[in-house]
């Protein structure tokens, strides 16, 4: 701490008024920053409120009009039946008009209904069970149906109603004779007016749009109506020609081609049917409340910023002492975590530290699905190095064997860390029970090759003996299997004579009856 306060009592005036700018400075740009921030989080929220909000009505409106094109195509399928099977007699035409009118009465969305024969001629119609001498071959649906062979109803483009001079689309099906020739077209027709209706229904602003159109763009109804609605064709719109040749559904912010109003669309194509819906809701409206919160805020970090200059200045030697005293406690806290996590003797990481790390990577482990190899290594008959050598050349010696154990541990999340008085454990995170194997024999062979004096063993030299285990061996359940399977390898290998490595080479099942310390009869690298 002496040299920060020397550095700051070589601070001119004009060196600490800099200072002071500058963290004023960098409040203000954070507040503004956060500021924008919290604006633009809340822009993307309307957003996508309204993103969801088109969809659901595109959602209602695919509905309305698939349910409705539905029962049409059923019935149209009834009428073709009845036209290809029966005779149409004019007590089988006045008794089909009759069924064809209780139809329209009973199915929301269906204007008429009508059956013409294969020159275009009136049959049947649902208005009238007189004979009506009307010819409808000149319709695009009927010259469809004359050139296109297949039973598929077919989506017209609206047209004026010849019998009530409404606007409607047309639905339509071929009538076949019994050889495949053309006979005929049944056709039913759909008032634009019933879909305008259910369109007023759903809530979108003053500027929002709905609309139906086929494949090819042409318009079948849409809100807000639009005076040349039968002859406005959309696709050359972006809808169109860029995002519905890419995706059937989705949510887009564009222009329209029709009023030049932007707006955040969401669209879908009607599955099975040449359709697509489509619905708008201007960004005018999107953000009409953002833009006022946007002005509330402006005028509150305005405020804000000069609050904070103002107070900046005033507590400008209090929070420079504030550092200092910040700066004395973090470097104290480092010393006492160190103190903390190193053993004092080694200069390894100690029991608590590697209590912690274990916790850590057990969990890591079981989220990754990663092997945890655990090494517990013992100093073969350490006590009698002390009582041969004494304690203090009892130290050096766990000092020298600490640093041969910490040698090879080259990775970042690897630990090699003292357990306890004569007993050291290596923490191998993300490793198989062979490479922790490899490990173990290299330390053994390191300690083994230093030919540290040891005249109160047998070897002559001090040895190590060590227990391997692994997270993905049977029975390891929890953090604390890996110590207890690891600690009864290394009494093992104490019992198998020391200086040696012990591990499982494969799974053993352990019964209430069976000793788990029974020597593995696997080979081992010392035999």
Known sequence: MKSITLVSGRLTPKALSVGLIAFILLVCVMLVSAIAWQLKQSADERLANAKIAVHNIVRASEQQAQDTLRQAENILSDLAERVENDKLGDEQKVRLSKIMASNVEATDGIQGLF????????VVNSFSSATVAKNNSDRSYFIYHKNHPGTAIHVGQVILSRTTGD????VSRRTQYPDGSFSGVVLATLPVAYFQSFFERLDVDKQGVILLALDNGDLLARRPMIDALMTTNIAKGELFSRYLIN??????RLTSVVDGVERVYAYSRIRGLPIVAAAGLSLDSVF???RTYVYQASIMVVLIIVVLTSLGFLFYRQIQRLLVAEEELRLAHCDLEHIAKTDSLTGLPNRRCFDATLAQEWARACRTGNSVALILIDIDWFKQYNDYYGHVLGDECLKQIAALIGKPINRPADL???YGGEEFVILLP???LAGAVKIAEEVRSAIEAAKIEHRGSSAGIVTISAGITSSHLRGVVVA???????DSLLYRAKKLGRNRVEHQLREVITHPQTDPFLPDTSPHPHG
């Open 480 to 486: 604390i299997d890996l110590l207890e399977k690891a």
């Open 288 to 290: 009409a409340t953002w």
């Open 167 to 170: 606007m409607i689309i047309p």
């Open 430 to 432: 993300e490793t198989e």
């Open 247 to 252: 995706s059937n559904d989705g949510t887009a």
């Open 115 to 122: 059956i013409f024969d294969k020159n275009g001629d009136w």
């Open 416 to 418: 090699a860390a003292r």
